[in-house]
């Protein structure tokens, strides 16, 4: 339990309990402190590089061994990258939120998930065990959940919440199911369920040959798909932006919807370079990255154009982990971080100008550099690496992107005009977000701007500068994790080199004219877009809000619907039916078997029968008879109270005096109790119907009849007597007692009693929620 | 309600009785017929009598603390009784019985703690019941 890479994985869950007090103690402060906990982990990390392609440090710790589930967890350059993004971006969120959500009462409880969010992430990207990893991934949409809805007062943040929650939790029940037929297939193949259960054993094996291949394959790329919001699970991603802005940086960036891509990147050596695998990722990936940067242009909300940006770069990922080669893998890497960097860092500006203006909308700002120096130098920097302009780390992506494309024999020429296209929008919609806000002409805002305190600066800067830096210098990535995640994906052994310049030879020339003409073409179309020359947006727009998100609101309404409907066709909230129903079945289910096993044969009192024993019986039925005929209510209580006592004094005379004694105890509390209920009910009595009187009285005498046919077969069977002989012989010695009933109630099955006490305290607190909710209501019923 | 004066009268001198007789019903359980929850559903009875004579806010401070409080005191008490066993290594719950006799008590048990535990939740569970649909129900009278 002592290693780091565990106390890694588990340290943001466990120190999510201390957030609420850090921030009791130190205020919007807290985040600073905070803070340190996700930069330990990446400092821990940046110690064990570089990470030589193919080093796997892996630990594992019993979980639950009957099943084969531990706590695995394994480090290798594609879970290093991803923890470096975690924890690093994690950091500066934290410092960021503390400052963004200054003053909000639940930050301590808003930094506690956001902790168990951050904690699930990295659980999920170092898991080595299948279930394990399960785990974390359904922890993190729970989390995200949470996260989404912080401003759960708002009916939209809740919405946009459940949105989230239903797609990924939908999702990611199909991935269980695929990660079990994986399980299977392994043993199949001969693994031991232990290594069947892990990832790094399931490489062994080949289960692309097995004969459950495909089910596992869809199953997986469903649970995948929902997470990474690719298309047509993509409506939950743009929603998602009703949470506070740090959490949409954090999901954008490094998390939540990256762990879709993560598990295809991770299970590439596993499922991938099949022909399913590469026509159904790649084509996913490629249409999620058509709408997604098609949809960005027809957006004026800066954090909507940059969720529908993350949608196109989303689709590119999952496109180039389908297409497989290696150059498409290292493609993927360098998107991967560069676009965590600069995604990370546009949300936290977009952050900071909602902040200080009170608004996102781009046709509200401009000319902000002025007020905001530092956020728009950011915005600026993280915008150009988003539109892949030369020297930042979103360039050598692009490039890398293109080349990949015309390496591709069969289709290049397709995907390159597809790539062009969604990159262009990119740039467009990269210098929508810079460009619009921070120059130009200065706009009204509704709040006079102003820089963004140093705790929001932080972030978006030296993400940007990070990003410049990595353009710059891309030896020291290629070298530390670079090469290993690629490798780590593709499961054999490849070097990355990355290059601002390629020197001149046709290829490479060929690749810097698309870029160059991708550049081009995006501010052209920028220019178009901000005087209103083409009218894109509305169009873009209505087109958005068609297709999947009509069915999810479909599909929830009708579930709405039905579930509203069955509850008022089974809760019709009659006593009356709910007491047949009940009778009825119990009918149902005993009479049947009842009637084959009677033997018909009346038992035989050992003493013969004395009168006043006959006596009490025909009174208590006497009684009981009485009761179903009288109208009053209050009589009918007394009566029944009758056949109570006359049932305590059958107690008394068979020598059962505790049961006696409670039975008259609470036959005087029932009608004590009941007596004030009819207070309660309307004076007069409806009479039911002659239909319904005949019904009641048929489930009643079958109910009857059952009962005393049942009590008639059980008699004559002999009774195992050995735990009764038990209890009567050890209550003395064993438990000081002499009276059985209640040391078998106060000791030998004392927690079956404090069961039942429980339960009895339960209901009576249920009894006074139910009246004291009823009384209030029709109080201010009353008032109003 | 109807009021009615000798029924004022008797259960001002009934009740003490009667809670007594639920402590002697709860003490001598373990021997003789009785034991918390018989002792629980006596006391609350005599309380009920009690609010029917005098009403329910006359039972409330009669009894001087909340019903919901002696659910939860009942439910820590049996809860907490099982304890020491676990400190002694023993299965939860398991009785400990003391050495010495305490005069019209009996020996002094873990047991005995339980079995006050179950009293408090069966007596604070009946009267919440019991308060809560009696106030219901003047109410109703009321308006």
Redesign the interface.
Known sequence: MTDPLIIAALLPIAASLLAPAVVRALGPRAGWVLALIPAAIFFWLVQQLPLAPGEVLSRSVPWVPALGIDFAFLLDGLSATFVLLVSGIGALVVVYAGSYLAGDPRLGRFYLILFVFMGAMLGLVLADNLVTLFVFWELTSISSYLLIGHDHARSGARESALKALLVTGAGGLVLLVGFVLMMIAGEQLGLDPAVAGKISGLATVDLRGHALYPAIFWLVLIGCLTKSAQVPFHFWLPAAMAGPTPVSAYLHSATMVKAGVYLLARLNPQLGDTALWHWAVGLAGLVTMLTGSLATLGQRDMKRVLAYSTLAVLGTLVMLIGVGTAMAIKTAVVYLVAHGLYKAALFMVAGNVDHETGTRELRQLGGLRRFMPWTALAGILAALSKAGAPPMFGFIGKEMLYKTKLDLEAIGAWAVVASVVANVALVASALMVSVWPFLGRTQETPRKPHEAPLAMLLGAVLLSLFGLGRGLLPEPFETTVGSAAATAILGTPVEMHLKLWHGVDPAALTVMGLSLLTLALGGALYLMIRHRAAPVGPFLRRACSVGPTQLYDLSLRALYTGADGATRFVQSGRLRFYVTITVAFALLAVAPPLWRAMTWQLPVAPEGWRLHEILVVLVGMLATLTAAFLRSRLATLAVIGATGTCVALIFVLFSAPDLALTQVMIEVLTVVLLVMVLYRLPRVVPRSSGLSRLRDLIVATAAGLTMTLFVLAVAPIARDTSVSEFYLQNSAPMAFGRNVVNVILVDFRALDTLGEITVLGTAGLGVFALMRLGVGRRKRKESR | MRESLILRATVRLLLPLLVLFSLF?LLR??????????GG??A??GL?LYQ?AHGGDAMRRVLRID??IL??V??AT??AS?LPALLRGQD??T?I?GKGVVPGIG?L?T?LV??I??YL??A???L???L??????T???D?
Do not use: Q
């Open positions: 019903i359980g373990h021997n003789e017929p009785g034991g918390g929850f018989i559903l006596l609350a009875g009920c029917l019903p919901r659910i939860g009942g439910l049996a809860m099982g939860y719950l009785g019985w020996k048990s047991v339980f079995d535990g179950v939740v069966v604070g569970t009946s919440l019941m019991v809560t649909l009696a106030d219901g129900a109410e109703e009278e308006s």
